[in-house]
């Protein structure tokens, strides 16, 4: 399998965020890094060893970076702010990966 790429989130507070990939994997990390550094939504489509593909987004907030939610898993350390800005408030998901607005 090529472009293997895992990402381990927190299911807590100061819980370790993993991120584990093969060589290409890592390196399509590293070209959405790039690109979303240059402004624009960072884009790779990698896969999980079991076979399922699906499209790694990074992008880089800095007027909203307060406000967004949290991403913890467990329920004890879920988001409570109704207010908190989650990535589907962002990004818009159903037209190629683009900006909503402000970020």
């Given at each position: 399998?090529?472009?293997?790429?895992?990402?381990?989130?927190?299911?807590?507070?100061?819980?370790?965020?993993?991120?584990?990939?093969?060589?290409?994997?890592?390196?399509?990390?590293?070209?959405?890094?790039?690109?979303?550094?240059?402004g624009?939504?960072?884009?790779?489509?990698v896969?999980?060893?079991?076979?399922?593909?699906?499209?790694?987004?990074?992008?880089m907030?800095?007027?909203?970076?307060?406000?967004?939610?949290?991403?913890?898993?467990?329920?004890?350390?879920?988001?409570l702010?109704?207010?908190?800005?989650?990535?589907?408030?962002?990004?818009?998901?159903?037209?190629?990966?683009?900006?909503?607005?402000?970020?």
């Amino acid at each position: 399998m090529k472009s293997v790429v895992h990402i381990y989130g927190q299911q807590n507070w100061h819980d370790a965020a993993v991120i584990l990939g093969d060589r290409e994997g890592l390196e399509k990390l590293r070209a959405a890094v790039d690109a979303a550094l240059a402004g624009d939504i960072g884009h790779a489509e990698v896969f999980v060893n079991d076979g399922e593909g699906y499209p790694l987004l990074v992008g880089m907030v800095e007027k909203t970076a307060d406000s967004l939610a949290v991403p913890y898993t467990d329920e004890c350390a879920q988001e409570l702010d109704v207010c908190a800005i989650n990535p589907e408030d962002l990004i818009d998901f159903k037209d190629g990966f683009r900006w909503k607005g402000e970020r």
